[in-house]
Nanobody
Framework: QVRMAESGGGLVQAGGSMRLSCATS????????TGWFRQGPGKEREFVAAINWRGTLMDYADSVKGRFTISRDNAKNTVYLQMNTLKPEDTAVYYC?????????????WGQGTQVTVSS
């Protein structure tokens, strides 16, 4: 079973930056893309960004396009999310998971998530 471990969250002021990491271990899904998702207070979990296995194709939600950058280092089994120009509405618990398009992969699992809080 694949295991996901998110880290790097914390408290930041609006306009600041933060980098999240997603370390994968266990029996990974072959050639699967990886996505970042988030769940804000009182909201449903939503898609943020995704990257294919090779790291050559990226997709972003409109709300983060131009501010967030997803990348991966397969040698380290880690996917990153660089977040710049953060806004209070980016406050959420951020999760990574194997993905298909903008949806979680049905065979994937969720980590514990990492809390990102953006103060105004």
């Amino acid at each position: 079973q694949v295991r996901m471990a998110e880290s790097g969250g914390g408290l930041v002021q609006a306009g600041g930056s933060m980098r999240l990491s997603c370390a994968t271990s266990g029996r990974t899904i072959s050639n699967a893309a990886t996505g970042w998702f988030r769940q804000g207070p009182g909201k449903e979990r939503e898609f943020v960004a995704a990257i294919n296995w090779r790291g050559t194709l990226m997709d972003y939600a409109d709300s983060v396009k131009g501010r967030f950058t997803i990348s991966r280092d397969n040698a380290k089994n880690t996917v990153y999310l660089q977040m710049n120009t953060l806004k209070p509405e980016d406050t959420a618990v951020y999760y990574c998971a194997a993905s298909i398009g903008r949806r979680p992969h049905p065979e994937g699992t969720w980590g514990q998530g990492t809390q990102v809080t953006v103060s105004s």
